[in-house]
Nanobody
Framework: QVQLVESGGGLVQAGGSLRLSCLTSGIRFGRYAMGWYRQPPGKQRELVATIGSGGTTNFASFVKGRFTITRDNSKNTVYLQMNSLKPEDTAVYYC?????????WGQGTQVTVSS
């Protein structure tokens, strides 16, 4: 059974930091491109950052320089370090894994940034 389980969300003041984790099981993690997406209240889900199986990263323009995505293949886990958080970063953050035609999602973790 494939599982992607996010953790690390919560309430933080503007300017603060959070680190999200996504622990996976049931997949050959090292083969998968992993990503973080978010869905702000009342809006569509959007890409935040991705990291390929080889470590290549890609970031949405609105998080460049503030967020970092990393992966630890020995722990089957992908991380999103979020610094200098803004109220507009408030959203449910979802972990995503892709390999060939396979795509899996986590259940999401809430991040709320207060002003």
């Amino acid at each position: 059974q494939v599982q992607l389980v996010e953790s690390g969300g919560g309430l933080v003041q503007a300017g603060g930091s959070l680190r999200l984790s996504c622990l996976t099981s049931g997949i050959r993690f090292g083969r998968y491109a992993m990503g973080w997406y978010r869905q702000p209240p009342g809006k569509q889900r959007e890409l935040v950052a991705t990291i390929g199986s080889g470590g290549t990263t890609n970031f949405a323009s609105f998080v460049k320089g503030r967020f970092t995505i990393t992966r630890d293949n020995s722990k089957n886990t992908v991380y999103l370090q979020m610094n200098s958080l803004k109220p507009e970063d408030t959203a449910v953050y979802y972990c995503n894994g892709k390999y060939s035609t396979l795509t899996y999602w986590g259940q999401g973790t809430q991040v709320t940034v207060s002003s």
